[in-house]
Nanobody
Framework: QVQLVESGGGSVQAGGSLRLSCVAS????????MGWYRQAPGKQRELVAA???????SYAASVKGRFTISRDNAENTIYLQMNSLKLEDTAVYYC??????????WGQGTQVTVSS
């Protein structure tokens, strides 16, 4: 059974920082990509950041320069350091893992709320 357990969400004022964590466990297989998506009310889920093939990082234009994704390979854990948070960053953030058979696994989501 595959589990993705997220933590680190919460409420913060604009300009503040949060760090999300996601621990992956179970029979995932060989991991191709680990990343974070988010979904705001009334909007589609969007890719925020990803680590591909263990080292290549990719960011949405809206978070580039403010968010940093990192991975602890030994622990199958990924992190999302979010700095200079804006009101529009408010969303439910989901951890995603994709294996080399293109099977996607999802976490339960963690709420991030940015207030003025």
């Amino acid at each position: 059974q595959v589990q993705l357990v997220e933590s680190g969400g919460g409420s913060v004022q604009a300009g503040g920082s949060l760090r999300l964590s996601c621990v992956a466990s179970g029979s995932i297989g060989s991991i191709d990509r680990m990343g974070w998506y988010r979904q705001a009310p009334g909007k589609q889920r969007e890719l925020v950041a990803a680590i591909i093939s263990g080292s290549i990082t990719s960011y949405a234009a809206s978070v580039k320069g403010r968010f940093t994704i990192s991975r602890d390979n030994a622990e199958n854990t990924i992190y999302l350091q979010m700095n200079s948070l804006k009101l529009e960053d408010t969303a439910v953030y989901y951890c995603n893992v994709r294996n080399t058979r293109t099977i996607n696994y999802w976490g339960q989501g963690t709420q991030v709320t940015v207030s003025s």
